[in-house]
Antibody, heavy 118, light 107 residues
Framework: QVQLKESGPGLVQPSQTLSLTCTVS????????VHWVRQPPGKGLEWMGG???????NYNSALKSRLSICRDTSKSLVFLKMNSLQTEDTAIYYC????????????WGQGVMVTVSS | DIQMTQSPASLSASLGETVTIECLAS??????LAWYQQKPGKSPQLLIY???SLNDGVPSRFSGSGSGTQYSLKINSLQSEDVSIYFC?????????FGGGTKLELK
């Protein structure tokens, strides 16, 4: 069955770089795109960016200068790196699978809580 | 970016009641709208796509409608397991954007 699972540090210091990994199973990264969505505590959802089946990427312009998404298709892994973290980047970070309908997320990981604090 | 405005922000209803949540887009999104349900402490789950198509496994008491800039999610015969936050999301244009959410509680 389709599964996604995020992993990474729970605590990052301000100005440092966040590195997260999404491990997927039950589908191929060359057939579906995987996106990252974040949710600050008690708040709404923000799309961060995604990597398509052909390897192309698209980023939210608000984060584009700080964000990078890449993948290892042989290991079914998708990576997120975001630099210059600030306290407002504290959030639950989800990786999601984009269905064939385009920017419509039919499977989500459990999420990983990232706190930016010294 | 397309702005999505949900109303109400919170809603209290009784078991068995019918509830409706509204979502307004800042421009025409041509029915490219999804609804998600987020139960407490859980990830969002896709309920409806293309404004009115039910995702696999979603109970038929959920339905979506709308066109242009105005959309709604209807829940018939409210059940206790429907207590959640509901989000709309446009997938017409990048970046995809979400509404602020509607918190549904039991009265």
């Amino acid at each position: 069955q389709v599964q996604l699972k995020e992993s990474g540090p729970g605590l990052v210091q301000p100005s440092q770089t966040l590195s997260l990994t999404c491990t997927v199973s039950g589908f191929s990264l060359t057939d579906y795109s995987v996106h990252w969505v974040r949710q600050p505590p008690g708040k709404g959802l923000e799309w961060m960016g995604g990597i398509w089946g052909n390897g192309n990427t698209n980023y939210n312009s608000a984060l584009k200068s700080r964000l990078s998404i890449c993948r290892d298709t042989s290991k079914s892994l998708v990576f997120l790196k975001m630099n210059s973290l600030q306290t407002e980047d504290t959030a639950i970070y989800y990786c999601t699978r984009d269905s064939n309908y385009g920017y419509t997320y039919d499977y989500w990981g459990q999420g990983v809580m990232v706190t930016v604090s010294s | 970016d397309i702005q999505m405005t949900q109303s109400p922000a919170s809603l209290s209803a009784s078991l068995g009641e019918t509830v409706t949540i509204e979502c307004l887009a800042s421009e025409d999104i041509y029915s490219n709208l999804a609804w998600y349900q987020q139960k407490p402490g859980k990830s969002p789950q896709l309920l409806i796509y293309y404004a009115n198509s039910l995702n696999d496994g979603v109970p038929s008491r959920f339905s979506g409608s709308g066109s242009g800039t105005q959309y709604s999610l209807k829940i018939n015969s409210l059940q206790s397991e429907d207590v959640s936050i509901y989000f709309c999301q446009q997938n017409y244009d990048s970046p995809p954007t979400f509404g602020g959410g509607t918190k549904l509680e039991l009265k």
